[in-house]
């Protein structure tokens, strides 16, 4: 994908590559990830999305594009960030490459991605490339989408690589019975290393991107219009 969008850059007349707010796995979809870019070209910033989204393949694009305060970073100026994990309970059509169909009880999937607010050593529940550091997960919850969808929202200052996808998979495996509840609170709770499951990429969406508001490029009426295009697939 990175190939793809400094591709499309070239060929828009940009010089510039961007900063991206973080990495996502292979098969990850981003509702939102966020790229920041130096536009030296004299284009307007909110025009830029425009000329780029005229070069890049299709199912790849650009939402929109704003104007940032002066030393913005999408990476380093993020406070915090939403993931979303879709499961498909049922056979549910247009759902196939955004949902990992699987059998699980929600109510008491429900019960398990609860355990997961808080601060602390998620060490057992990403790879070991990544830091190790003490992460706080601020919301976790299990909602509906539609009549047979549910998702795993989760909030948080910061995630390591496939730290949702473990935290997910780990947790369905408990509500299926096929995971120790116990060695899954473990994991928790005294970053003891276990063997974690881990969810597949296409049922994760990078859902947004949180900044200070003093340099947050993205007006409400900005997040609403992402919200309403990208809810669904």
Known sequence: ????????????????????????DLGVHA?????????????????????????LPEGVGIA?????????????????KEYR??????DRPGWGPFAWRVEVDPAKLAGQV??????????????KGSSRIVRTIT???????????????????GFARYMVRYLVGSAVAV????????VY??????????????APAHGLVLWSVAYPLEVDPFPAQDRRKLLERFARP
Not at 44 to 52: G, I, S
Not at 66 to 79: E, H, M
Not at 139 to 157: F, K, S
Not at 175 to 182: I, K, N, R, S, Y
């Open 1 to 24: 994908m990175q190939q793809t969008l400094e591709a499309g850059l070239r060929a828009a007349g940009f010089s510039r590559n961007p900063i991206n707010a973080g990495r996502t």
């Open 31 to 55: 509702r939102m990830q966020v790229l920041s870019m130096r536009v030296v070209e004299g284009v307007p910033a909110t025009e830029v999305a425009e000329r780029l989204n005229a070069q």
């Open 64 to 80: 929109c594009s704003r104007p940032a305060a002066t030393g913005f970073n999408a990476q380093w100026s993020a406070t915090g």
């Open 85 to 90: 994990y879709r499961l498909a309970l049922e």
């Open 114 to 127: 609860a355990k997961l607010v808080g601060a602390r050593d998620f060490f057992a529940f990403h790879d």
């Open 139 to 157: 919301r976790a919850a299990l909602e509906p989408v539609e009549p047979g969808v549910v998702e795993v929202q989760v909030e948080g200052d």
């Open 175 to 182: 509500a299926q019975g096929t995971l120790d509840e116990a």
């Open 185 to 198: 609170d473990a994991a928790l709770h005294e970053a003891r290393v276990f063997t974690k499951r881990r």
